[in-house]
């Protein structure tokens, strides 16, 4: 379980890191509205048909430490192919996630096909194909339209935080120039469980800011945090997604 536990932090998982400089941020002031936050962040187009990645991801948790290069292709609202490689040459896992279904198989001979309830149970959050995009490029999971927050400054930044409903409060943070998603969290107490995303910094690119790195922590039973650094970003080219299970993998299956 713990390899499963890996991929689908990778599966999940992106950023994008050039040399580029980071955009400029600035801290919050006072009496800013929900509105003006949620029309701002959303302010943020991203312009693109797709993309492609290559970045670095560092898992580490209670007994485990590695890192591994992660090529990452996005056609955007359709399709998701990650491929996990050991020395940036030697494929160890790979995973297609569609608005339809989450398929993955990694190394050890084993492989899942299904729909989202897996990611969903593993994050603590309902999951679709728009929330797991919208993570992948700093955007939020949720849509903020759709529900009702608290606002707050906490440091410096703008807080938006739901009321706790189904025994689970999400949190967005954003900074003050652009409304650019800083952290969001998901937290549960029974059981005790929480996942926080944050974007320490996003990088211009003409086709709009994209994280320039991600850091992720999680608690259940445990801690696993994962450091992601991209090294390069492209877009609109014309990419295949190339992908089947390889014969004689066993199932796995999760009730």
Same mark, same amino acid.
């Given at each position: 379980?713990?390899?499963i536990?890996?991929?689908? /932090?990778?599966?999940?998982?992106?950023?994008?890191?050039?040399?580029?400089?980071?955009?400029?941020?600035?801290?919050?002031?006072?009496?800013?509205?929900?509105?003006?936050? &949620?029309?701002?962040?959303?302010?943020? @187009?991203?312009?693109?048909?797709?993309?492609?990645?290559?970045?670095?991801?560092?898992?580490?948790?209670?007994?485990?430490?590695?890192?591994?290069?992660?090529?990452?292709?996005i056609?955007?609202?359709?399709?998701? +192919?990650?491929?996990?490689?050991?020395?940036?040459?030697?494929?160890?896992?790979? /995973? +297609? &996630?569609?608005?339809?279904?989450?398929?993955?198989?990694?190394?050890?001979?084993?492989?899942?096909?299904?729909?989202?309830?897996?990611?969903?149970?593993?994050?603590?959050?309902?999951?679709d194909?728009?929330?797991?995009?919208?993570?992948?490029?700093?955007?939020?999971?949720?849509?903020?339209?759709?529900? @009702?927050?608290?606002?707050?400054?906490?440091?410096?930044?703008?807080?938006?935080?739901?009321?706790?409903?189904?025994?689970? &409060?999400?949190?967005?943070?954003?900074?003050?120039?652009?409304?650019?998603?800083?952290?969001?969290?998901?937290?549960?107490?029974?059981? +005790?469980?929480?996942?926080?995303?944050?974007?320490?910094?996003?990088?211009?690119?003409d086709?709009?800011?994209?994280?320039?790195?991600?850091?992720?922590?999680?608690?259940?039973?445990?801690?696993?945090?994962?450091?992601?650094?991209?090294n390069?970003?492209?877009?609109?080219?014309?990419?295949?997604?190339?992908?089947?299970?390889?014969?004689?993998?066993?199932?796995?299956?999760?009730?």
């Open positions: 379980m713990k390899q536990s890996i991929l689908l /932090a990778l599966v999940i998982l992106v950023s994008c890191k050039s040399k580029q400089a980071v955009v400029a941020e600035q801290g919050a002031s006072e009496n800013v509205e929900v509105s003006k936050i &949620i029309q701002g962040h959303y302010g943020n @187009k991203l312009d693109f048909q797709t993309a492609s990645i290559r970045s670095t991801v560092s898992y580490e948790d209670e007994k485990t430490s590695l890192s591994i290069s992660c090529d990452i292709r056609k955007k609202d359709e399709t998701i +192919l990650v491929t996990a490689r050991a020395l940036g040459l030697i494929t160890v896992a790979k /995973a +297609l &996630i569609t608005p339809e279904r989450v398929s993955f198989y990694s190394k050890d001979g084993r492989y899942f096909d299904g729909d989202y309830r897996l990611l969903s149970k593993w994050l603590g959050t309902d999951l194909f728009n929330k797991v995009q919208n993570l992948l490029l700093g955007r939020t999971i949720d849509d903020l339209t759709k529900s @009702k927050y608290n606002v707050s400054i906490e440091g410096d930044k703008y807080k938006l935080k739901t009321k706790e409903k189904n025994n689970i &409060i999400k949190e967005f943070l954003f900074e003050g120039a652009n409304f650019l998603l800083k952290d969001q969290i998901v937290s549960q107490q029974n059981p +005790l469980r929480s996942l926080e995303v944050s974007y320490p910094a996003y990088k211009p690119y086709k709009g800011n994209l994280p320039a790195s991600m850091i992720i922590e999680a608690y259940e039973k445990g801690k696993v945090k994962i450091e992601v650094g991209y390069s970003i492209s877009f609109d080219e014309k990419l295949s997604f190339p992908y089947s299970i390889p014969e004689g993998y066993e199932q796995i299956i999760i009730d």
